[in-house]
């Protein structure tokens, strides 16, 4: 049974903890941001929050209305007063970064930091992500201190990005690292796709109409012109269900005609 | 010479346009919701809003308030009261979708769906991406208009995204799709990774001042501490110009002592 998020009121949790990164915020200014980073943190499964000097004290009201109902990541979240204290139990610590800077230090997209971050936690080293105040971001002692900076490859002719934005990314990039879903499927709902056989017999039915009612006469054009239909028929996946409202389009279709 | 993205008031650019999605909101409740919406967009390159039957009409002052600076996007927005001509001189349209649908439908993962989506652009296609209302999401006439669906993988548990924040992600993965930025590299500012040769001229240096003040004198454990020293100075990369700071400690530890 995994350890998984509560908070004092116990409400209802939003999902397993485990080991996930600790997002440490870094002296941010409006209880808001936070509020809202919490939401993108648990839209990611990252759980854990460090907020290093607040600028204007911790617990805010705002925050928690800001959160969406991610109030256990808030609940639980951890006041340090510096960053030295916030990260002193971590193994690694990375730091975000949205502008160049003349230093020497390992650069990574949100994409490899999340991998990084993935491969450190499952070695069972206790990782942390930083993330600076909204406006000048980390300064040179905060970066001085991670191992490595993360750059988002975002428009670089409009690079604000709010901090909530900037968490959400790294969350959703956090969460990918587990993910498998197929990048793309086709949901079937109770029916299924339709075989070959159910197409081709539809397309017999379909044929055997347009057939009779003169549609298809030209002989020298009648081949191609089933093939068309067969291209069209084939194109995307149809079901089985589908195939039947088509023999009922078909069969009423026909009806009407013979009525009249 | 590409166009580029510049507003009523000329100021300056946020990029250059391109055939990029357009992003249709369908139904927006909040103005300050497409304001930070034409933010994320303007992140990722997305520079091509539609709404469709915004709530409190349009334009809405606070939507430009909300926008960061993003202003272009929504200078250029188009309202139109129907999803069907929102969508009508479009090729493909996708619809986000974030709760299970009792649908016959493709269902592609953002990554998945900022992928096709690039492709459909680069054979010439006019493509959309719908995002619905802020509570309900898309309505079911909606979907029935959409090639396919796009599902975040996100935390199962806690899937409340806020409409920017779902915006953000589609954007981020659509600059992705033309970004080659190395996962991890090492800034180095000026200087270069040391070469083996001048990792070694510093070695050779560190272990001829510990031979002199005595710190390698057990004859049997010396090759093992300095395979480990080698260990420890070939674990990261190492910059010839800390190689410098280093001789330099070296130097100046050993002249303190010397003194002394």
Redesign the interface.
């Known amino acids: 049974m995994e350890a998984r998020m509560t908070g004092r009121d116990g409400g209802a949790?939003?999902?397993p903890i485990g080991n996930s990164p600790v997002v440490i915020l870094v002296r941010p200014q409006m209880a808001e941001n936070i509020g809202?980073t919490a939401?993108?943190m648990?839209?990611?499964?990252l759980f854990h929050m460090r907020i290093v000097a607040p600028r204007d004290g911790w617990p805010q009201e705002r925050a928690w209305r800001a959160a969406?109902?991610?109030d256990r990541i808030l609940d639980a979240a951890e006041v340090f007063e510096t960053v030295d204290d916030a990260i002193a139990d971590l193994h690694h610590v990375y730091a975000t970064c949205p502008r160049p800077?003349?230093?020497?230090?390992?650069?990574?997209?949100?994409?490899?930091g999340a991998?990084?971050l993935r491969e450190a936690t499952s070695r069972g080293l206790k990782v942390g992500l930083m993330f600076g105040p909204e406006r000048a971001g980390l300064d040179n002692e905060d970066m001085a201190r991670a191992d490595?900076?993360i750059r988002?490859?975002?428009?670089?002719?409009?690079?604000?990005?709010?901090l909530?934005?900037a968490v959400?990314?790294m969350a959703?990039e956090w969460?990918?690292t587990e993910?498998n879903?197929?990048?793309?499927?086709?949901?079937?709902?109770?029916?299924h796709v339709a075989t070959k056989g159910e197409l081709e017999n539809f397309m017999g039915h379909l044929i055997r109409e347009l057939d009779d009612c003169g549609f298809l006469r030209n002989e020298q054009k009648r081949p191609g012109m089933v093939r068309n239909m067969r291209h069209f028929f084939t194109r995307g996946e149809v079901?089985e269900?589908?195939l039947r409202t088509l023999h009922g389009v078909v069969t009423e279709l026909v009806n009407r005609r013979r009525v009249r």
Chains 1, 2 share one sequence.
């Open positions: 949790d939003i999902g809202t939401r993108a648990a839209n990611g499964g969406s109902g991610a800077r003349h230093i020497v230090k390992p650069l990574l997209t949100a994409r490899g991998i990084e490595a900076l988002y490859p975002l428009n670089p002719a409009f690079m604000s990005l709010n909530a934005q959400m990314i959703y969460w990918l993910d879903t197929p990048p793309r499927e086709l949901m079937t709902n109770g029916t079901t269900q589908e």
